[in-house]
């Protein structure tokens, strides 16, 4: 059955239920590849974190600030770009899995890179509970960060990536 394309429904929850008329727009001509940050070290601050159960991890929504430069477009600025870290969690079977270099198991390598991060962040992330309890008192928010971000290319799409974050040392 052939749908009717006369209306138009918006996917978005809590955005209406559509009932007007499609907007005009012409993909080939309107079409943009979204601008990325250059490679390089930024200064931001943490302004969410999140506990993403299903994923095994834990999100850092980082804002970057007080940086000089714009995006690839050469017109947006690197201030106010939003760049996500994560943090991986252990899981069940972690601890029966080597890691690709066959040195440790992955649940050693998570723990050791969460070891590594708590110490460059001068945080406690020791247990799941000072965990909780980082992520539900907004202990977190507003730390002054530094990452690397990368350009990388993922599912044939180029993308920015943060490699690396640690406590904010560059001048603000």
């Known amino acids: 059955m052939a749908e009717n394309y ?11 239920s559509g009932g007007g008329e499609l907007p005009d727009f012409n993909v080939n001509d309107e079409y943009k590849v979204p601008p990325l940050i250059p490679q390089g070290t930024y200064h931001g601050v943490v302004n969410g974190v ?20 714009v995006l690839s477009d050469g017109e947006t600025p690197i201030d106010g770009a939003h760049v996500e870290f994560n943090n991986w969690l252990p899981k069940v079977g972690d601890e029966l899995i080597t890691t690709k270099k066959g040195n440790m198991t992955k649940r050693q390598s998570k723990i050791n890179q969460l070891g590594d991060f708590q110490h460059a962040m001068e945080i406690d992330m020791s247990t799941p509970q000072a965990i ?4 539900s008192e907004s202990q977190w928010l507003g730390l002054d960060v530094d990452v690397d971000v990368t350009v990388s290319t993922f599912n044939g799409r180029v993308r920015n990536q943060v490699d690396r974050m640690r406590k904010g040392t560059i001048a603000s």
């Open 132 to 135: 909780a309890t980082g992520i």
């Open 50 to 69: 999140s506990l993403v159960l299903d994923k095994s991890k834990i999100a850092w929504d980082v804002c970057l600030q007080n940086n000089n430069g």
């Open 6 to 16: 006369d209306e138009f429904t918006d996917p978005e929850p809590g955005e209406g």
